[in-house]
């Protein structure tokens, strides 16, 4: 087995502290299975120790760990034969880029924190126990007393409206 320089794990240790939750984030964007999203995150980092990787600016490392992320994900498809995910690839990589911008999507969760403040009532409500709680639609509805079907109709109305209020504040 061969000896990690201590520069060499540094690297990684940095590139993990930055990129790490992108990574992870972009490979549930394409789809990766919950089961193995860890795993792979994981193995994207540790493939950075065992290649010639050199840091660049940001933007490009960040386009090299999803160039990894993506190639390990389809292999592990492959593998367990359940064929690629069901994403136009080079359409989310242009998606996934454009979210994160110069700024690591920061412009964006910004932009979305700013629309929640202004979301009210049973909206809000709902969101908070959705996302907050991870409870599901059955569970909400139970909760505050409305239909599945009232609970579905806020969840889609309610994120049309961050949708548009954050494309107007980041002007797309």
Known sequence: MRAISTARAELVERLV????ASVRGYLAFLGCPATQLDDLVQDVFLSVLSSGFEERHPGAT???LR???????LKS??????GPARVDLAAAEEAWA???GDDGGQAYLDALRECLGHVR???????RMRYGGGLDRAAIAEHLQLSESGVKSILVRTRRQLRDCIERRLEL
């Open 17 to 20: 502290r930055r990129h790490q």
């Open 62 to 64: 960040a386009a090299y």
């Open 77 to 82: 498809l492959r593998r367990e034969r359940l």
């Open 98 to 100: 454009e979210f994160e």
């Open 121 to 127: 009532d049973r909206a809000h409500d709902v969101l």
């Open 67 to 73: 160039r990894a992320a993506r190639h390990l994900l």
